[in-house]
């Protein structure tokens, strides 16, 4: 199972700010941390790498969500098979 710990940097407007805090409490994908200023430090956990990589993108679509930043990693027991057919694990990230 993926796993991502992340900051996101929020807008400084309370519209936009507020905005993105639903968005990313309704995205059942992610586990919000504490707000502390503009930063929000939240948990991505998904399935597989696939949905990794689309709640990656859904997460950089999210309106008032200015910047991404990963703080930890997590692919160990993510199993995919790379170019020569091969199994590889935790095949790096997002």
Do not use: N
Not at 30 to 35: I, K, Q
Not at 36 to 65: F, I, Y
Request: aromatic share 4%; glycine share 8%.
């Amino acid at each position: 199972m993926p796993v991502l710990g992340v900051v996101a940097v929020l807008s400084s407007r309370a519209d936009e700010r507020e905005a993105a805090l639903c968005a990313l409490r309704a995205d059942p994908w992610v586990t919000l941390g504490e707000l502390t200023g503009d930063r929000l430090p939240l948990v991505l956990e998904t399935r597989s790498r696939a949905e990794d990589k689309a709640a990656w993108a859904a997460l950089q679509d999210v309106p008032g969500v200015l910047a991404l930043d990963v703080a930890f990693a997590h692919f160990a027991d993510v199993v995919s098979t790379g170019a020569e057919g091969r199994q590889e694990v935790g095949d790096g990230p997002a």
